[in-house]
């Protein structure tokens, strides 16, 4: 609900303070008993305006439902580590048979994967990455060893 209100009076361009003051104008209450304060914790969740919401709705000229409806996130979701990995993703999944040649195209695919994560560091909490970046190494050791490649080739995979 809060940040349904928080859309609605966005859209009108209202400050949360000229919110506060035409709810107490629509309540039709002398002095100032919400302010902007609270309707800062309103739409932060921190408190339900159960008693105000008639009055919200109204200064917003909308219905009570509107106000109260489930909504789809507004914003586009937060990124994922899919969002920062190759779009092909070539070596998906990533393996390595005994004997199998490695060159330096399968290096450059892996150096993209590296590069996604990276990225998805910078933005994504650590605990979401340890396990790709964990299943990530532990396949490019293994094509490493397992594999069969020239040496510029193996320097490039140790890097």
């Known amino acids: 609900m809060g940040a349904t209100i928080r859309r609605e009076r966005r859209q009108r361009g209202w400050s949360q303070a000229r919110l506060a003051r035409e709810v107490c104008r629509v309540a039709g209450v002398q002095g100032e008993p919400v302010g902007r304060q609270e309707v800062s914790r309103w739409e932060t969740g921190k408190r339900t305006p159960r008693d105000w919401l008639p009055f919200i709705a109204a200064a917003l000229g909308v219905s009570v439902d509107a106000l109260t409806a489930p909504q789809g996130p507004a914003e586009s979701p937060l990124p994922t580590l899919a969002d920062y990995l190759p779009a092909d993703d070539p070596l998906a999944p990533l393996g390595a048979r005994t004997g199998r040649r490695i060159g330096m ?22 605990g979401d990455l340890i396990r790709p970046a964990l299943r990530e190494l532990r396949s490019a050791v293994k094509l490493y060893r397992e594999g069969s490649h020239t040496g510029e080739v193996g320097r490039a995979l140790l890097r």
Request: proline share 0%; aromatic share 0%; net charge negative.
């Open 105 to 126: 195209e399968q290096v450059g695919d892996l150096q993209q994967r590296v590069h996604g994560l990276r990225l998805a560091d910078d933005v994504l909490a650590g």
